[in-house]
T-cell receptor, first 116, second 114 residues
Framework: DAGVIQSPRHEVTEMGQEVTLRCKPI?????LFWYRQTMMRGLELLIY????????DSGMPEDRFSAKMPNASFSTLKIQPSEPRDSAVYFC??????????????FGPGTRLTVT | AQSVTQLGSHVSVSEGALVLLRCNYS??????LFWYVQYPNQGLQLLLK??????LVKGINGFEAEFKKSETSFHLTKPSAHMSDAAEYFC????????????FGSGTRLSIRP
């Protein structure tokens, strides 16, 4: 299996621009998670989906952030407009919700976002 | 609600020395516990997991962790550190009713001295 795929790996943009991060989960997984990692705040859960439906978006910092999962193999995290404080590494993870797998999550390599 | 606390944001050991990374959890129901490792510029990778089958859990790269209910702890150990063990380590907790949500600790950065 190719694992969780994220694109782009690096993104540099100017303040005010729209940024779209992409994620392809492991085939067959029914949960998808978006995390943000910074030195100051550590690893934060932003939102997660079950069977393409958003379950909990309480971690989304503000209305500038939005996430979609149009099908089981693709999800996007969009920031519009972007701000310098959004600079971070964004991770996507997926899991298979079966008791035998104990909710183990598989992480992608991350997207390093820099907003200037 | 569940939570984990990792004691020590940075641990430094000499190559060949014992590695001990501390994690305490809080959960009102039997937890599932995990250790993840993050190498520089990479995503998190599962190191090992406790799922109630055995209190001593062995993982990859020679790491192991022991679940101690009386101490609400799940400390990570390795008898002999290797330079390649330098990374960030995260303790995490989940429970059956959490709908697959995992709560991560703040992480411990492990440095290895030559």
């Amino acid at each position: 299996d190719a694992g969780v795929i994220q694109s782009p790996r690096h993104e540099v943009t100017e303040m005010g621009q729209e940024v779209t991060l992409r994620c392809k989960p492991i085939s067959g997984h029914d949960y998808l998670f978006w995390y943000r990692q910074t030195m100051m705040r550590g690893l934060e859960l932003l939102i997660y989906f079950n069977n393409n439906v958003p379950i909990d978006d309480s971690g989304m910092p503000e209305d500038r952030f939005s996430a979609k999962m149009p099908n089981a193999s693709f999800s996007t995290l969009k920031i519009q407009p972007s701000e310098p404080r959004d600079s971070a590494v964004y991770f996507c993870a997926s899991s298979l919700n079966r008791a035998v797998y104990f909710y183990e999550q598989y992480f992608g390599p991350g997207t390093r976002l820099t907003v200037t | 609600a569940q939570s984990v606390t990792q004691l020590g944001s940075h641990v430094s050991v000499s190559e060949g020395a014992l590695v001990l990374l501390r994690c305490n959890y809080s959960s009102s129901v039997p937890p599932y516990l995990f250790w993840y490792v993050q190498y520089p510029n990479q995503g998190l990778q599962l190191l090992l997991k406790y799922t109630s089958a055995a209190t001593l859990v062995k993982g990859i790269n020679g790491f192991e962790a022991e679940f101690k209910k009386s101490e609400t702890s799940f400390h990570l150990t390795k008898p002999s550190a290797h330079m390649s063990d330098a990374a960030e380590y995260f303790c995490a907790v989940s429970v059956k009713s959490s709908a697959s949500k995992i709560i991560f600790g703040s992480g411990t950065r492990l440095s290895i001295r030559p």
